[in-house]
T-cell receptor, first 115, second 111 residues
Framework: GAGVSQSPRYKVAKRGQDVALRCDPI?????LFWYQQALGQGPEFLTY????????KSGLPSDRFFAERPEGSVSTLKIQRTQQEDSAVYLC?????????????FGNGTRLTVT | LAKTTQPISMDSYEGQEVNITCSHN???????ITWYQQFPSQGPRFIIQ???TKVTNEVASLFIPADRKSSTLSLPRVSLSDTAVYYC????????????FGAGTILRVKS
């Protein structure tokens, strides 16, 4: 079946622009996570949804970052007034239940480059 | 969340068995151990998970000693396509628990 789909695959933004990154999780998956991965580093947690509820946003680096999942399916990560330090790969993952019994399924990410 | 320590990189040759060890000295009673694999330009992929002793699936084995302060991912007869970054994660089996990734181990398989 279809996996987690993220779009766009690549995004180039000028500093100060707003961007929106989309994640289509696996159908029926309750939990959805966003991670940020800098070059040569492991993924870092940003935020977590259980259905439409955002239960943990402790990893969002600033108030310029905003995520939503209004209908408990597709999610959007928005970054306002992008800065160069926002350049990274943004990974979305979904899981059936959201605990260790239910492994995360990752998309291939959106590579954001801020110039 | 228990902190994990892995080697930064490892080299191997095709056909060899590769063992990657992860240290997690402060693992808690309810923590499970999970390994993910990541290829360039792809998201991480679940490999294997365990709590104690030995777990085996079609791609790998996971060995966990009685004290659970370390674990070893074993990849039998690696091929060039096993070149990737391997992450060891430790955490509780709870709903919504966020996975904490370290820097991982870069495995390079040579011909």
């Amino acid at each position: 079946g279809a996996g987690v789909s993220q779009s766009p695959r690549y995004k180039v933004a000028k500093r100060g622009q707003d961007v929106a990154l989309r994640c289509d999780p696996i159908s029926g998956h309750v939990s959805l996570f966003w991670y940020q991965q800098a070059l040569g580093q492991g993924p870092e947690f940003l935020t977590y949804f259980q259905n439409e509820a955002q239960l943990d946003k402790s990893g969002l680096p600033s108030d310029r970052f905003f995520a939503e999942r209004p209908e408990g399916s597709v999610s959007t990560l928005k970054i306002q007034r992008t800065q160069q330090e926002d350049s990274a790969v943004y990974l979305c993952a979904s899981s059936l239940e959201g605990n260790y019994n239910s492994p995360l399924h990752f998309g291939n990410g959106t590579r954001l480059t801020v110039t | 969340l228990a902190k994990t320590t892995q080697p930064i990189s490892m080299d191997s040759y095709e056909g060899q068995e590769v063992n990657i060890t992860c240290s997690h000295n402060n693992i808690a009673t309810n923590d499970y151990i999970t390994w993910y694999q990541q290829f360039p330009s792809q998201g991480p992929r679940f490999i294997i998970q365990g709590y104690k002793t030995k777990v085996t699936n079609e791609v790998a084995s996971l060995f966990i000693p009685a004290d659970r302060k370390s674990s070893t991912l074993s990849l039998p007869r690696v091929s060039l396509s096993d070149t990737a970054v391997y992450y060891c994660l430790v955490g509780e089996l709870e709903y919504g628990n966020k996975l904490v990734f370290g820097a991982g181990t870069i495995l390079r398989v040579k011909s």
